[in-house]
Structure formats: structure tokens, C-alpha cells
């Protein structure tokens, strides 16, 4: 197991050279991706980044008469104690924990964010929440789609000659916007473009290329045909078309998200017929194992094509646990908070990377990784030489069994679903806040990993170096207010167990 983590009291505490931000560049207009600050020496950084992984990568990659394939797997709304390899008692999730054991467990991975549209926004763009477009759900100027300049997974992968496709929910721009994903690199999309929509699992109808196709048997409000068996069809469908060729696949399935139905007929509910929860509990549990199960035939259609060996498998969740499922079935690991929150258990994420003969089996590693870390990933594997700035670093290295040359320093997050929050984590160490000019609230996760105990009053200086780094990464928006102070911070200042 190898780790990206410093000890508490290591100098590695202080702020590294590529953390520091000395240049600045002009706020862009609203429907604009907004600047990044461009670290000291970062062309040379990524350069000796690029050379360092040169030396790994051709000998298990270049042995592929092609470039690798790329499936991304993304559920909605499952938490980390969901899945049995993450400790999860409840749920039956055996695909996960086989690729677990055949693969590469992360143990320090988070999402995008703590809800479903600023996540989608920042795996596809690899920039983090204080320089994405979007940061919550809504904004002060409605919904924002990506930008026509946008650089997303997929369009830095099609330039590169792969087949690009994605099915499940996009939430990134609705019909005839400028974010629609087939003006954001996707060959194909299918499923729902609106994240509304997707809350729907009879609609109507499902898009396909923003064009509606409509679902007959669930017109005039009948229920016979379950959206998530159509996605997973033309999920395994696109594999089956682009088996001869490289492709990215983006699995951005919608269970268990609510509304939380399944057909009765699911085999996956005789599982918790017998269970002494209600029936909502039992029909979510049911929809995480029918993801589980849909994985696992991903799985078989690889092994069927013969291409396992030259496809990563991703297998994450978007968020953190959803709040109803957490005292029933522990969906969040035993961690504070949930969906919309920027506690761990809103952010943690389960992540489990799968590619037999390159990965070594039943390996796992704490270096601190996010959903982020996709675009610079895949444009290495696609062996992009150039990709523009963003906030992700590659985790092939990791998969190849070896460290990152330059590990992640932190990982920054804001949000702006109800109260404004703020968090980083830097190795052990986590800041929180709910105001721009708020104290710092201090957890230690290597011994207080639920984030019961403020401890910034006995490491001010630890406070002070994450308090610098939550000034920084936030850039000012015009579709977000994030406000000076929270309602009652003043008075609570230093309050343990904030």
C-alpha cells in the first residue's frame, strides 16, 4: 500500500511551490469557464511530469496494438458504506469487491463534489469547484451549461481518434445549449440531459443527441419500460460497436438516486424481501445491486470482445450517501454528513479501478485522489502530450504500481446547496468552513476520521497554511454569492465540534 500522506508534524505541511498561486488572470464572462492561477514554474512542472511517466508507460501500454479503452462508471447518489470492499454490511455488491481484489481500491478518493451537477462539471472538465462553472445545482443566473470553449474528457479524447459515448444523466446542458454533450466531445449521448429529468426512471421519453425518443410503454402514465434496462442496453451496445477500435465510455448510470423504484420483478429485490426495513430501504438496496450486477456484465462483454486486458474499468459514485439511507444501512461509512455536505461523508467516494494484466490484483493505495483527476488520466493513457490548465494530476502512475511524481498537495471544494461551505484536505489534515473570512474549523482524519474535534486552536499554524489555501482556490463568480461569514460564526469562533 503506498500513500500520499504526510505525517501530522512533517515540514511537508508547508506549502509547496506548486501551490503557490503568483499570477493572475482576467474573471471571464458568466457562461465562460472562470481563469485558473497558474502555479510558478508550471509548464516546466508538467514537462518533467510528462518525461517521468515517459519512462513508465511505454512498456505496458505500447504493447497494446492500440490505445487503452477508457470506461467510466459513475452511480448516482451511493455512499461509501453502500459497497462491501468499503466495509458496507447491507448491500450485496460483489462486482465491486471482485474488482477490488483483481484491482486497485483507493482509499482516499472523492467526488466531483457533494451533488450531482458541479461533480458532473468537475470530471469532465478536471477543474475543481472553485474555478468550475458550477459549484451547486442551481445559480443566480439559472442553469448553466458548459461553455462552447469548454475542454472536456471526451473532447480531448476524440481529438485523439477514440469513439466517445455516455448514458445515463449529462446535467450539463439542456437541448439547445452550448453544453449538450455532442458539443462536448461526445459521439453519442443517451439517456437524460436534464438532471430533473432524471429523477424520472418511467418518462416518456429519453434523448438521444437531443433529439426525444419516446418510451410507448410508459405513455399515459403506464410504467413498463425502467429507464436504467434501456441505458445499460446501449451502454453494453456502444462496447460491442467500438470493440475494434479505442473508445471512452462514460456509464453515468442514475440509481439509486430518488424517485427510489425498481420493477418488481428485479431479481435484485428477492435479495431484501426478508429484511425488516421498509420498502423504500429495500428498493434502494435493490438499485445499488443492479448497478453492481450491470457493472459485472460490462465486465463479461469485455471478456467476451477479448479487450479486457486493454480497457481500465472506473467504478465510483458521485457524491456522498444520501441522508435517509445512512441510519438504516450506514451509507456513509460511519463518516459526518452526507449529500450536500463537505464533510467526508459527503465527499468521500468509493473508487475502485479494474484492468487485468496491467493492474496488479488485490492492491490498494491512500494517495489522495479525485473524480478531477480523469481528463489528466485519460489524456495520458491517450497519450496527449498538452492538455489546457486545470486542477486534476494523473493517477496512471498509481495504476502501473508506481507513485505519482508529484502527488496531489490538497484537494479543494466549495459548494453553495443551502449554506455556502468551503473544505481542503491536505494529508491527514481538513479544514472546514461555511464563510470566506469564517475561522477555519481543524480535524485530524488519521485519528478523528469522523470529524468530531476541532482542533485548530492547538495547530494554529496548520489552521493558517489551509486558511491560506481556501482564500486562494476560491475565485469569485458572478453566478455564486459566497458570503464573509456564516450566520452565528462569529459568536461560535473556535467552537469545538463545529
Known sequence: ?????????????????????????????????????????????????????????????????????????MVDDAGLGDFTNYGGKHIKTPVMERMAKQGLQFNNAYSGNAVCGPTRCTLMTGLHPGHAIRRANKSLNGLLPLSSDSVTVASVLKKQGYATGGFGKWGLGNVGTTGVPEKQGFDLWYGYYDQKHAHNYYPSFLVRNSKEEPLKGNANNKKQQYTHY?????????????????????????????????????PNLAYYKDKPWSQTVKNYAAMVSLLDAGVGRILE??????????TLVVYTSDNGANGQFIKALNSNAGLKGGKRSLYEGGIR?????????????????????????????????AGVKNTPPNDGISFLPLLLGKQQPSPHPFLYFEIYEGAFQQCVRMGNWKGYRKGLKDPVALYDLSKDPSETTNVADKHPDVAKQLETILTREHSPTPNYKAPDHAKGAKKNKNKKNS
Open 1 to 73: 500500500m503506498q500513500s500520499s500522506m504526510p505525517n501530522n508534524e512533517s515540514p511537508a505541511l508547508n506549502l509547496s511551490a506548486r501551490q503557490a498561486q503568483t499570477t493572475e488572470t482576467k474573471q471571464t464572462a458568466v457562461n465562460r469557464r472562470p481563469p485558473l492561477t497558474t502555479p510558478p514554474h508550471y509548464s516546466m512542472f508538467k514537462s518533467v511530469l510528462i518525461a517521468a511517466c515517459a519512462l513508465i508507460i511505454p512498456a505496458t501500454l505500447s504493447a497494446n496494438s492500440k490505445k487503452p479503452n477508457i470506461i467510466f462508471v
Open 230 to 266: 434501456l441505458i445499460e442496453e446501449e451502454t453494453l451496445k456502444f462496447i460491442d460497436k467500438n470493440k475494434d477500435h479505442p473508445f471512452f465510455c462514460y456509464a453515468a448510470w442514475t440509481p439509486p438516486h430518488g424517485q427510489f423504484v425498481i420493477p418488481a420483478n428485479d
Open 301 to 310: 462483454r469485455l471478456e467476451k470482445h477479448g479487450i479486457a486486458e486493454n
Open 349 to 381: 467516494a468509493p473508487f475502485v479501478a479494474y484492468w487485468p494484466g496491467t493492474i496488479k490484483p488485490n492492491t490498494s493505495t491512500d494517495a489522495l485522489v479525485g473524480q478531477l483527476d480523469l481528463l489528466e488520466t485519460a489524456a495520458e493513457m
